[in-house]
């Protein structure tokens, strides 16, 4: 299966392997520029990623070490992992919005073990049994310096600013701040006609942000730093809004394949978050806390077979979606709660 796709208009794909994921690949896709070739993404830190990136360059009729330059949508190492490596071949620039690219500076200046603590604090608030809660205190206590993966990204030496064209020779490409799959995530909009004349808006790079078979994973923006109560869902529904108003000619999303007709994806995915949150608003009746919400939750699989990491990222969600309720008066905290129980409202 060949893994370089031509877009026509100077845009190409390249499909990226991410190693043992059932996502499967990242599409890193490529831009002509009068200035040479800028990638949109990089894909996952792995030798065999590495070599499909670099062997797909030149399938395209260039070279790894001919980038001028690297924009990320988010954070995320399916899409940043392979950025370090492509600036050290090409002496590229790395782009990124200040969001995310404060992720990464925190990523990489806290030890494991800060991050250990405060993931246990948070499970133990969200009302995690303590068998869960457990593995991590020893993995605090144990104060082991080792590197988890993901933990040594590239640090970005641009800033991506939302609403500027970004400085790209010969082409007109506009950054659109989508916070909510991630803080800084960013959309990119091709504003040029489409190359077969497709009907509509130019076209847009979406990232995770809209894809067309699956509804990207919104959690808590998790900061040890700070303790701002934010609300990734409603940042996410917002941003959504604004991509379904945009009405691109086509979207090149990072994961599975191009699609047409933005507003109709867009409008499947605001009619799906609005069922799930009348589900759990009804799960709600009874005070329930974070963790027995996620146990009560629709996830892809029984929550007993969902492995650990995984139940992590769905307490994560859970909570996401009780801010979201929250924030709408549909749902309040029970008074003097611990560990804090939520229960929909009137
Ligand atoms: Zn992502
Ligand atoms: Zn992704």
């Not at 062997?55 to 392979?82: Q, S």
């Not at 749902?331 to 709660?337: I, N």
């Given at each position: 299966m060949?893994?370089?796709?031509?877009?026509?208009g100077?845009?190409?794909?390249i499909?990226?392997?991410?190693?043992?994921?059932?996502?499967?690949?990242?599409?890193?896709?490529?831009?002509?520029?009068?200035?040479?070739?800028?990638?949109i993404?990089?894909?996952?830190?792995?030798?065999e990623?590495?070599?499909?990136?670099?062997?797909?360059?030149?399938?395209?009729?260039?070279?790894?070490?001919?980038?001028?330059?690297?924009?990320?949508?988010?954070?995320?190492p399916d899409?940043?992992?392979?950025?370090?490596?492509?600036?050290?071949?090409?002496?590229?620039?790395?782009?990124?919005?200040?969001?995310?690219?404060?992720?990464?500076?925190?990523?990489?200046?806290?030890?494991?073990?800060?991050?250990?603590?405060?993931?246990?604090?948070?499970?133990?608030?969200?009302?995690?049994p303590e068998?869960?809660?457990?593995?991590?205190?020893?993995?605090?206590?144990?104060?082991?310096?080792?590197?988890?993966?993901?933990?040594?990204p590239?640090?970005?030496d641009?800033t991506?600013?939302?609403g500027?064209?970004?400085?790209?020779?010969?082409?007109?490409?506009?950054?659109?701040?989508t916070?909510?799959?991630?803080p800084?995530?960013v959309?990119?909009?091709?504003?040029?006609?489409?190359?077969?004349?497709?009907?509509?808006?130019?076209?847009?790079?979406?990232g995770?942000?809209?894809l067309?078979?699956?509804?990207?994973?919104?959690?808590?923006?998790?900061?040890?730093?700070?303790?701002?109560?934010?609300?990734?869902?409603?940042?996410y529904?917002?941003?959504?809004?604004?991509?379904?108003?945009?009405?691109?000619?086509?979207?090149?999303?990072?994961?599975?394949?191009?699609?047409?007709?933005?507003?109709?994806?867009?409008?499947?995915?605001?009619?799906?978050?609005?069922?799930?949150?009348?589900?759990?608003?009804?799960?709600?009746?009874?005070?329930?806390?974070?963790?027995?919400l996620?146990?009560?939750?629709?996830?892809?699989?029984?929550?007993?077979?969902?492995?650990?990491?995984?139940?992590?990222i769905?307490?994560s969600?859970?909570?996401?979606?009780?801010?979201?309720?929250?924030?709408?008066?549909h749902?309040?905290?029970?008074?003097?709660?611990?560990?804090?129980?939520?229960?929909?409202?009137g």
């Amino acid at each position: 299966m060949t893994q370089v796709t031509d877009h026509g208009g100077g845009v190409h794909s390249i499909r990226v392997p991410i190693p043992d994921n059932p996502l499967g690949h990242t599409l890193v896709h490529l831009l002509d520029t009068d200035a040479g070739p800028v990638l949109i993404d990089t894909g996952w830190d792995d030798p065999e990623s590495w070599d499909t990136l670099t062997a797909g360059l030149t399938a395209c009729g260039t070279d790894v070490k001919d980038v001028t330059g690297v924009l990320i949508t988010h954070h995320h190492p399916d899409h940043h992992g392979l950025s370090a490596k492509v600036r050290d071949a090409s002496g590229a620039w790395i782009a990124m919005h200040e969001a995310d690219a404060a992720v990464v500076r925190r990523t990489r200046e806290n030890p494991p073990s800060r991050w250990y603590a405060y993931m246990a604090a948070k499970l133990v608030a969200a009302g995690a049994p303590e068998a869960h809660v457990a593995p991590l205190i020893a993995a605090r206590d144990a104060g082991r310096p080792r590197k988890l993966p993901g933990l040594d990204p590239a640090l970005p030496d641009r800033t991506i600013t939302p609403g500027d064209l970004l400085d790209l020779p010969g082409r007109r490409l506009r950054a659109i701040w989508t916070p909510g799959h991630t803080p800084g995530h960013v959309c990119l909009h091709l504003e040029e006609e489409h190359p077969a004349q497709l009907a509509g808006n130019g076209r847009l790079f979406s990232g995770d942000h809209v894809l067309p078979g699956i509804t990207p994973h919104i959690g808590l923006y998790e900061d040890p730093d700070d303790a701002t109560v934010t609300d990734p869902l409603g940042d996410y529904l917002a941003s959504l809004e604004r991509i379904g108003a945009l009405g691109p000619a086509e979207v090149l999303p990072a994961h599975q394949h191009p699609f047409t007709d933005a507003p109709a994806r867009v409008a499947e995915l605001l009619d799906h978050h609005e069922a799930r949150l009348a589900d759990l608003r009804a799960l709600l009746a009874a005070p329930l806390t974070p963790w027995q919400l996620a146990e009560r939750m629709e996830w892809n699989r029984p929550w007993a077979d969902i492995p650990y990491g995984s139940r992590n990222i769905a307490v994560s969600e859970a909570e996401a979606h009780l801010r979201r309720l929250v924030k709408l008066g549909h749902v309040e905290t029970v008074q003097g709660s611990d560990p804090v129980t939520y229960v929909a409202t009137g």
